[in-house]
C-alpha cells in the first residue's frame, strides 16, 4: 500500500514540470512523453549531503592537549607534521597538511591518529576533529584503501558520469578495499567524465574502459596511464608532472619551487605624510 502511494507521488511529480505543464521527455511508469524524476536521495537527517550528524557528547570533560610523555607519535608522522608546522607563521595553518598526513599513516583520521596530531602541534584534538569533519577527503570513518571519486557534477553528469559511476560500483562488487563515492566538480571538467583514482585524475573514462581500471586498481597498477591527466599535453611543464599515489594528493616536496611565502609585505603605496614630503620637495 505504501509502495502504491509512493509511486503516485512521483507519477505526480513527473507529471509536471513544478509549473503544472507536462515534462516531455521518455517514458515513466507506463506514461509515454513523460520525463523520469527519481526521487532524490537523503541521508537520515533529511539532506542530500553528509553533514555533522554525530553530535558531540556534552557529558564528557573537554579534551585538552594530548601529554607528549603517554601519547606515542611514529618518528616520520612527528617529522612531516613538523615540517608542514614549519612553513607557516601560525603552525595551526598546518592542521589540513598534518591531517592528511596523519590519513595517510593510519588509513583515515581515526581518534588514535587525530591525537597523534593534535600532541605534534599543541592542539586539542576537538579543534583538529573539527577541521577533519569540515573537509571531505578526510576521512572520520574507516574506509578502503583506494579512494575513488567519480565526479557527477554538471559537465560529468551531461557527459554520462551517473552510468560511471554505478558501472564502477558494480565492477568493483562490494570490494571493501575500494572507497568509492561520487564527488562534486573536481575541476577536471575538459576530461569529462573523470574519477580521481588515489589522487590520480583519469578520463575522459569510457563504460567500456571501467572493468580494466577497477582491475588496474585492485592490482595496484597505474590507473588507465594513457587516460591520466598528468600525461596530457600542457604549456607549464610542472603541471605535467605525475603525482604519486596517496590518499590525499601528493606530498610536498622537501624544496617547493619558488620564493617563500612573504610573512609580511610593505604597502605599495606610499603612506600619505611621505607623499606630501615628496609632493613638498618639488
Ligand atoms: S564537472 Fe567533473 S570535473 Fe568538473
Request: charged letters at 20%; glycine letters at 10%.
Amino acid at each position: 500500500m505504501k509502495r502504491k502511494k509512493a509511486g503516485t507521488r512521483a507519477a505526480d511529480q513527473v507529471g509536471t514540470n513544478g509549473r503544472g505543464k507536462k515534462a516531455r521527455g521518455t517514458a515513466f511508469d507506463g506514461h509515454e512523453g513523460v520525463s523520469p524524476i527519481p526521487p532524490v536521495p537523503r541521508f537520515g537527517h533529511g539532506s542530500r549531503v553528509p553533514g555533522w550528524d554525530d553530535a558531540a557528547d556534552l557529558r564528557k570533560d573537554p579534551a585538552v592537549v594530548p601529554d607528549a610523555a603517554t601519547t606515542p607519535v611514529p618518528a616520520d608522522l612527528r617529522a612531516e607534521i613538523e615540517a608542514h608546522m614549519a612553513k607557516y607563521p601560525d603552525h595551526r595553518s598546518a592542521s589540513i597538511p598534518a591531517l592528511a598526513a596523519a590519513q595517510r599513516h593510519h588509513g583515515w583520521c581515526s581518534p588514535e591518529a587525530v591525537e597523534q596530531v593534535a600532541c605534534v602541534m599543541g592542539l586539542t584534538p576537538g579543534y583538529l576533529f573539527s577541521v577533519a569533519t569540515f573537509y571531505d577527503m578526510l576521512e572520520t570513518h574507516p574506509v578502503g584503501r583506494h579512494s575513488i571519486f567519480v565526479c557527477t557534477n554538471i559537465s560529468c553528469s551531461l557527459c554520462g558520469a551517473d552510468d560511471l559511476l554505478a558501472a564502477v560500483l558494480e565492477a568493483a562488487d562490494g570490494d571493501p578495499d575500494l572507497n568509492i563515492r561520487s564527488f562534486e566538480c573536481l575541476g577536471a571538467c575538459d576530461i569529462a567524465p573523470m574519477a580521481s583514482v588515489d589522487g590520480v585524475y583519469v578520463g575522459p573514462v569510457a563504460l567500456d574502459e571501467v572493468g580494466t581500471l577497477v582491475a588496474q586498481i585492485k592490482a595496484g597498477e597505474p590507473p588507465l596511464p594513457a587516460k591520466q591527466l598528468g600525461h596530457r599535453a600542457v604549456a607549464e611543464p610542472l603541471a605535467a608532472i605525475p603525482k604519486g599515489p596517496t590518499t590525499y594528493g601528493g606530498q610536498m616536496p622537501e624544496e617547493a619551487p619558488g620564493p617563500p611565502a612573504p610573512v609580511e609585505q610593505q604597502s605599495p603605496i606610499p603612506l600619505q605624510d611621505e607623499g606630501q614630503g615628496e609632493e613638498g620637495a618639488t
